[in-house]
């Protein structure tokens, strides 16, 4: 039980265009969904918090206009990066917690490439 | 402000045991966790310690001291497959269950 999934795994976009990145709670349902960044060799680093139903809250650092957060259901958020940049280019990794419960459960994460 | 600091690298032989230290400093400090992540992949939870004392798992064993700030994962009967980076991560309540990462510790098992 309490797996999470990512979609897709690997992109590479060009620079200029908008990415979307799914994550899915697939055998419980997760009020909240966290949307990490990791640079090579770098730890996670938290991007930003999202609740279903409300807005997502964001990290110091993380601009919200760029990185979009919508949770719409129980068991899925999206991040898409907007206008994207090399510099943007990063492994994301989202993870789950069901009501109640302290565990985050992680997805397998998505490599963005963008050229 | 808030620190939680690891070794960069640790290197060990395959058999022997290997201990992972990671110190912080926060405020509001709930609870510690460990994960293993291997390159590449997302990392998956090792344990979970919120209570001063040792929690062991199989080849795995996780300590925590509140006071001092403190904790360690001990990994026993190492394999080359543990070889990943191990990350310790705090767990405060109070900033909606967030946890912040620690920098990661690099093991490489060798023969």
């Known amino acids: 039980g309490a797996v999470v999934s990512q979609h897709p795994s690997r992109v590479i976009c060009k620079s200029g265009t908008s990415v979307k990145i799914e994550c899915r709670s697939l055998?419980?349902?997760?009020?909240?969904m966290f949307w990490y960044r990791q640079f090579p060799k770098q730890s996670l680093m938290l991007m930003a918090t999202?609740?279903?139903?409300?807005?997502?809250?964001?990290e110091q650092g993380v601009e919200k206009d760029k990185f979009l957060i919508n949770h719409a259901s129980l068991t899925l958020s999206t991040l898409t990066v907007t206008s994207a940049h090399p510099e943007d280019s990063s492994f994301y990794i989202c993870s789950a917690s069901m009501t109640g419960a302290y565990e985050q459960y992680f997805g397998p994460g998505t490599r963005l490439t963008v050229t | 402000g808030q620190n939680i600091d690891q070794p960069t690298e640790m290197t060990a032989t395959e058999g022997a045991i290997v201990q992972i230290n990671c110190t912080y400093q926060t405020s509001g400090f709930n609870g510690l966790f460990w994960y293993q992540q291997h390159a590449g992949e997302a990392p998956t939870f090792l344990s979970y310690n919120v209570l001063d004392g040792l929690e062991e798992k199989g080849r795995f064993s996780s300590f925590l001291s509140r006071s001092k700030g403190y904790s360690y994962l001990l990994l026993k009967e190492l394999q080359m497959k543990d070889s990943a980076s191990y990350l310790c991560?705090?767990?405060?309540?109070?900033?909606?269950?967030?946890?912040?990462f620690g920098t990661g510790t690099q093991l490489k098992v060798e023969l």
């Open positions: 055998d419980f349902q997760a009020t909240t």
């Open positions: 991560a705090w767990f405060h309540t109070g900033g909606g269950n967030k946890l912040t």
């Open positions: 999202s609740n279903e139903g409300s807005k997502a809250t964001y």
